[in-house]
C-alpha cells in the first residue's frame, strides 16, 4: 500500500517536466508570448484541465521555467568558478564571465526568458524567484568577497564615484549577506557594475543587432571582459 503514493508521484512529476519540455520547445519555436496551455496539451495529448493540475494559468508555467533556468544558470557559474584557484581573483572573474556568455548563446531561450520580459502584463513572483536569482548572482559576489578581503578589489571604476546606500532599501543588511555572500557596499557596487557590462554585449549578440562591421562577438566580448578585470581588480 506504501508503494502506490510513490508511483504516482513519479508519474505526476514525469508528466510535470514533459509539461515544461513542450514549454520550452514552444518558446524556442515561437517565443514566450505564443506560449500555450492548451497547445501543450494537444502536443502530449493530455486535455487542457490536466495541465491545470500542475499549472493553473500560463504566468505559473512562465514561473517555473524562470526558476529551473536561473537554476541551471547558476550551476553554470558554480562549475565555471571551480576550476580556478581561488587565489587567482582575476582568473575566476574572466572564468565566470565567459562561461556566462557560453550559457546564454547554448540556451538563448532560458537567457532571454530571465532577463527579459516574456509578455505584456507579467510579473515575476520575488517569492519564487527571488531565491534561486540571489543564488545565481552569490557566486560573482562571493568572487568579488574573496577579492575584497584578500585587497584586490578595485573599489570603483577609475574617475566614477562610488554611489551605494549603506543598506540596500529593499533588504536588511544582514539579509543581503545571507542572500548574496556579502553586504559590502564596494562589493555589491562591483557586482552590479560589472553584470550590467557582460549582460549588453551578450543581450545585443543574441538579438543579432551588433553593426555590420562586428563580425565577431565572442571576441568583442573578450576585449569587454579583459577591460572588466582590470578595472575590478588590482593587477588584473
Do not use: C
Not at 508503494?3 to 519540455?21: C, G, M, N, V
Not at 543564488?135 to 564615484?161: H, I, K, M, T, Y
Not at 554585449?201 to 566580448?221: G, K, M, N, W
Amino acid at each position: 500500500m506504501t508503494r502506490a503514493p510513490a508511483r504516482k508521484s513519479s508519474s505526476s512529476q514525469t508528466l510535470r517536466e514533459a509539461i515544461k519540455d513542450a514549454a520550452w520547445k514552444q518558446i524556442s519555436e515561437a517565443g514566450a508570448a505564443a506560449l500555450s496551455l492548451r497547445a501543450i496539451g494537444r502536443k502530449l495529448k493530455i486535455t487542457a484541465p490536466a495541465i491545470y493540475n500542475y499549472f493553473h494559468r500560463r504566468d505559473d508555467l512562465v514561473t517555473a521555467l524562470i526558476v529551473d533556468a536561473y537554476a541551471e544558470f547558476g550551476d553554470s557559474q558554480r562549475a565555471a568558478v571551480a576550476t580556478v584557484d581561488p587565489a587567482d581573483h582575476a582568473g575566476r572573474i574572466r572564468a565566470l564571465g565567459h562561461a556566462y556568455r557560453r550559457w546564454a548563446v547554448a540556451n538563448p531561450e532560458r537567457y532571454q526568458l530571465i532577463f527579459g520580459a516574456p509578455y505584456p502584463g507579467y510579473r515575476v513572483p520575488g517569492d519564487a524567484v527571488g531565491p534561486v536569482a540571489s543564488r545565481a548572482l552569490a557566486v560573482l559576489v562571493g568572487v568579488l568577497e574573496q577579492a575584497r578581503l584578500a585587497g584586490v578589489l578595485r573599489a570603483e571604476p577609475p574617475g566614477a564615484p562610488l554611489d551605494v546606500p549603506a543598506q540596500p532599501r529593499s533588504l536588511p543588511q544582514d539579509r543581503v549577506g545571507e542572500l548574496y555572500g556579502s553586504a559590502d557596499p564596494e562589493v555589491l557596487h562591483a557586482a552590479v557594475s560589472i553584470w550590467t557590462r557582460v549582460h549588453g554585449p551578450v543581450a545585443i549578440e543574441l538579438s543579432r543587432q551588433y553593426p555590420p562591421f562586428v563580425t565577431d562577438p565572442e571576441r568583442v566580448y573578450g576585449l569587454e571582459m579583459e577591460a572588466i578585470v582590470r578595472s575590478a581588480i588590482k593587477g588584473g
